[in-house]
């Protein structure tokens, strides 16, 4: 695991703010901030996702306000470096729009809503194994039941 200098304190008042370190300056750049918790998370999984498509590390801290003052929430981490599998994409049917196609849509649409709901429950930086679970969830279960486990998922995040 590379070594970086610990994450400081963002400036200004308390807040939630997600915290990237940059590797190639050796230094740590708000990413995302907002007096809400729900959409810094859900900007991390994305940004988090982004930069491992790059094939990139990703260290992240959650600073947020605790009793009025800064706290660290979540330490910055970099457990999985490699970039997640992409998502199967399997043959489209003969005719654009085809039976095949729309499957491989609705596939692709349960993952979204299922990453959606991790993000929200703070669970934004998934190793390769995460990644292959959530493709077998989407594979396996049908749209109204990713519904409701994404729902979970973000009532579950809320709670924090």
């Known amino acids: 695991m590379p070594k970086h200098p ?5 400036p200004g ?8 370190h940059q590797p190639a300056q050796d230094s740590w750049t708000v990413g995302a901030e907002s007096p ?6 859900f900007a991390v999984g994305d940004m988090t996702q982004t930069v491992r498509a790059r ?9 947020g306000p605790e009793n ?8 910055p981490t970099a457990r999985d470096t ?3 599998p992409a998502a199967p994409t399997g043959t489209p049917a003969a005719g654009a729009g085809g039976p095949a196609k729309l499957v491989e849509r609705m596939t692709g649409r349960r993952h979204q809503v299922l990453l959606a709901g991790l993000s929200r429950a703070g669970l934004y930086d998934l190793s390769a ?6 493709r ?22 809320g709670e924090r």
């Open 6 to 10: 610990p994450c400081p304190t963002p």
């Open 13 to 20: 008042a308390p807040r939630w703010v997600a915290m990237f």
């Open 36 to 41: 809400d918790r729900a959409p810094v998370l």
């Open 55 to 63: 094939g990139e590390e990703v260290s992240v801290a959650l600073w």
């Open 68 to 75: 009025g003052t800064w706290h660290l929430f979540d330490a």
């Open 82 to 84: 490699t970039p997640a």
């Open 129 to 134: 194994e995460d990644g292959e679970a959530v």
């Open 136 to 157: 077998a969830m989407a594979e396996l279960l049908d749209e109204p039941t990713v519904r409701r486990v994404a729902h979970w998922l973000s009532v579950a995040g």
